[in-house]
């Protein structure tokens, strides 16, 4: 239960000012309000009762009471002003962005997000969205690069791609695709790290130094096709060996 509140202390040279302001058609309708809370306030009408007469809250007719008490008049015309805590972009936050972003990770994830980083830091989203920006840092790009040294790889791929464009008449050409479940794997050259402008690099293939495979043996001819063996095959190849 509400303690009823008591009466303000308004002077007759505050009333009248009061009373003009809310009468007048150039009064913001928000500073009208207000003035017609005081005057409901000074004749001793209970909160609860101006908040049904005016249409406002009760923690708005409050902070009406508190501005005229403690600046009069000026506290009404003037809604007092937010204090928000912006950390300033300095030279030594954008760099403390920079380096977390560059060369660490994130526990559970593989690259930073803007809301991670920022939580992280303690600073907003925004702050890091513009250090990126100005950067030109996309930590969720990753971009693959490889130049075969095989001297026939230009031929292997126009005899691949063409079995696709081009299939021979009434043949059937089957595309089958390693589907390893653990595999334990080595790039075949080091990961380019994230840098301003370019994005993490990583070579196509890789190191195979195990896999657990599953292999199917297929005889197909115009009378009929049967699978003539289906085996689980634990394969280890050397740590040498790639797939290109």
């Keep these: 239960m509400f303690v009823r509140a008591t009466a303000l202390q308004v002077d007759e040279v505050q ?11 150039t009064t913001p309708q928000k500073t009208a309000r207000k003035c017609e809370v005081i ?52 030279p030594e936050v954008e760099q403390k962005i920079l380096d977390t972003t560059l060369k660490t ?18 600073v907003s989203r925004m702050m890091v969205q513009r250090v990126w920006q100005h950067y030109d840092i996309q930590p969720h790009r990753v971009e693959k690069f490889k130049i075969s040294k095989d001297p026939n790889f230009e031929d292997k791929v126009r005899d691949v791609v063409g079995l696709y464009l081009n299939p021979p008449d009434r043949a059937l050409v089957l595309c089958v695709d390693e589907k390893s479940q653990i595999q ?17 690099r990583q070579t196509h293939d890789y190191k195979r130094h195990g896999t657990t495979t599953l292999f199917a043996a297929l005889i197909s001819s115009t009378a009929r096709s049967s ?6 095959i634990a394969a280890k190849s050397s740590s040498n060996s790639s797939i290109n």
């Design 227 to 232: 699978v003539v063996a289906c085996s689980a």
């Design 39 to 90: 005057l409901l306030a000074s004749q001793g009408v209970s909160n609860y009762s101006i908040a049904q007469r005016t249409g406002l809250s009760r923690p708005t007719i409050l902070a009406a009471r508190v501005a005229f008490t403690d600046r009069g008049i000026e506290g009404i015309r003037q809604s007092k002003k937010r204090k928000r805590s912006r950390r300033a972009l300095t």
């Design 15 to 25: 009333k009248r000012q009061l009373e003009s302001m809310a009468r007048a058609g």
């Design 105 to 122: 990770r994130p526990a559970n994830a593989t690259h930073w997000s803007v809301r991670v980083l920022a939580a992280k830091l303690g």
């Design 184 to 200: 334990a794997l080595d790039r075949t050259a080091p990961l380019l790290p994230l840098r301003p402008g370019l994005p993490e």
